[in-house]
């Protein structure tokens, strides 16, 4: 059965301190690996990883993906409480839907 | 563009009454997909269409859930008979060949 698993599954942390979101993937056919940041509402898009070792960079945001090891990292650095959210991690295995881990909460306080 | 356009924006109705969601996804993409949101469960994918035709319905719970794609610009999921387990976010997203993947902003069902 494919499985995507994210850890850890909350985290709170200060402003200021860099924090690392962790998303291992058993699936077949693999395509790509998505991750969502989460508000009040929609999930709303961040970056898309296909090839391995390459850093997807915007911001403070950053990704990367290994295909070896079946996972992924998604690092915050100088974290704001507008960081604040849900992070979701998801597999395109299908070319068309998402199998998406249950996600990482990640509280920033002031 | 409007972005994928769901309503109601909450629904709240009473156990056994048929419930109905609707989407409007971005015009151009040719997939539509219905997940479900919870916090015991994440987010799970009911069923996503392709060029109006169901591709995948195998995340539909019960034969209570269905969903209709009459047009490309028009998708429903109905809950019916609604129970108070049903409650839940549901979001509906679409894209244009796996790509360009937006959500919409999704409907809170409450079932009392």
């Known amino acids: 059965e494919d499985k995507v698993v994210q850890s850890p599954l909350s985290l709170v942390v200060h402003e200021g301190d860099t924090v690392t979101l962790n998303c291992s993937y058993e699936v077949t056919n693999f395509r790509s690996l998505l991750w969502y940041k989460q508000e009040k509402k929609a999930p709303t898009f961040l970056f898309m990883l296909?090839?391995?070792?390459i850093e997807k960079k915007s911001g403070r945001l950053s990704s990367i993906l290994d295909k070896k090891e079946l996972f992924s990292i998604l690092n915050i650095t100088a974290t704001q409480t507008g960081d604040s959210a849900i992070y979701l991690c998801?597999?395109?295995?299908?070319?068309?839907?998402?199998?998406f881990g249950k996600g990482t909460s990640l509280l920033v306080t002031p | 563009d409007a972005g994928v356009i769901q309503s109601p924006r909450h629904e709240v109705t009473e156990m056994g009454q048929e419930v109905t969601l609707r989407c409007k996804p971005i015009?151009?993409?040719?997939?539509l997909f219905w997940y479900r949101q919870t916090m015991m469960r994440g987010l799970e994918l009911l069923i996503y269409?392709?060029?109006?035709?169901?591709?995948?319905d195998s995340g539909m719970p019960e034969d209570r859930f269905s969903a209709k794609m009459p047009n490309a610009s028009f998708s429903t999921l109905k809950i019916q008979p609604s129970e108070p387990r049903d409650s839940a976010v549901y979001f509906c997203?679409?894209?244009?060949?796996?790509?360009?993947?937006?959500f919409g902003s999704g409907t809170r069902l409450t079932v009392v």
């Open positions: 015009s151009g993409h040719n997939s």
């Open positions: 269409f392709n060029n109006n035709v169901p591709i995948d």
């Open positions: 998801a597999v395109d295995h299908s070319g068309y839907a998402l199998n």
């Open positions: 997203a679409s894209s244009f060949q796996g790509d360009g993947y937006t």
């Open positions: 296909t090839s391995s070792g």
